[in-house]
């Protein structure tokens, strides 16, 4: 069995982005040398996401004004997370819908991904350095 | 170490459906001849999702009514996405609810799950043929 | 290729929890032997969830009131689900927004993860004996 393991960090100038990251991961893919298994990708922090949607810009403002709806930033204090001094709450709630990480198939070395499948970095509390895994096993 | 792949597809001819197909991913998995290992089942389109769930009529139901309350299909100007064209804006938000994908353990050549799990295909986007992917890793 | 097996039993008093079970996954980890590889973690009922977040209280909280927001227990009627003499119909929709599992990454014989990452059983209708898998494949 072949194993393989890489961070990937990110410093988002602002609060909130979706940020495409499948060409980092194919990288990773490619130089782990493994041709069939499996590949998790995750944030490693608890205010980020990974997950796998559309590169369609209109489709983030949905997701950003939707989320924002479900778990507004706003008025700070309702959230009781933030009365230990943060002010990312919001962004605990916000990563939960989105999902902390993705399962993909790795078939004959290639992502193994459907016409419009693309993998995601979402920041939800950003404007400092933060890591995503990727872990890839098989043969 | 076994892999397997496989993909399942459907053609849902309403927009949206719940469809238990765990027979489908047990048929792959005996197929597979994999007895101990993970088995990730995903869905290949981004309008669409594949979850775990009880298979009760009543609870489809609430799930459909919980969804179309979280992210209505109408006004279809209130998607951004919506503007490329298409009009499937809330299918992309009501997947990323129900998720993507499942990994399911494999245990004695068996899906690995408790009482009442059943796996579904969820369609959001349907009235054509849309696929999922079984990958099975193991020995 | 390496695999373990092990089922953790929970009875949570109330309706709802959400318990801190890393030390328990970790427990599983070591005695598996396994040093490289995936660990999944689900929960093996409809009407529960495994996560990972951050172990602090008031976040605790604000997920709690969160979800009753999103899928109010009360009232029963408003489930269809309820109709067949549960009274859950909230759980399962509860449970979908938090998740059924996770799937961590093993290296070097340790849970690979980020500084605040910690795994959650969360209860949503406690009150009897409910199950956790542990399934882990590796070297």
């Known amino acids: ?3 393989y393991r890489k961070e990937l960090w990110f410093d988002i100038p602002t609060r909130r982005e979706f940020r495409n990251i499948t060409p980092q991961v194919k990288a990773c893919l490619d130089e782990s040398g493994v041709r069939e298994g499996l590949l998790l990708c995750n944030a490693m922090h608890i205010t980020a996401s990974v997950f796998i949607n559309d590169d369609e810009h209109g489709l983030h403002n949905d997701f950003e004004r ?3 709806g479900l778990a507004p930033h706003e008025p700070l204090s309702h959230y009781q997370h933030n009365n230990t001094g943060e002010d990312n709450g919001d962004a605990h709630l916000k990563r ?6 993705v399962v993909v198939a790795v078939t004959n070395g290639q992502l ?6 693309q993998i995601f970095y979402g920041e939800f509390d950003g404007r400092r350095r933060k890591r ?5 096993i098989g043969e």
């Not at 193994?112 to 499948?117: A, C, H, K, L, R």
């Not at 995503?132 to 890839?136: G, H």
């Open 132 to 136: 995503v895994l990727v872990k890839i």
């Open 66 to 68: 939707w989320l924002e």
């Open 96 to 101: 939960t819908v989105m999902g902390r990480e």
């Open 1 to 3: 069995m072949r194993t």
């Open 112 to 117: 193994d991904f459907g016409p419009w499948e």
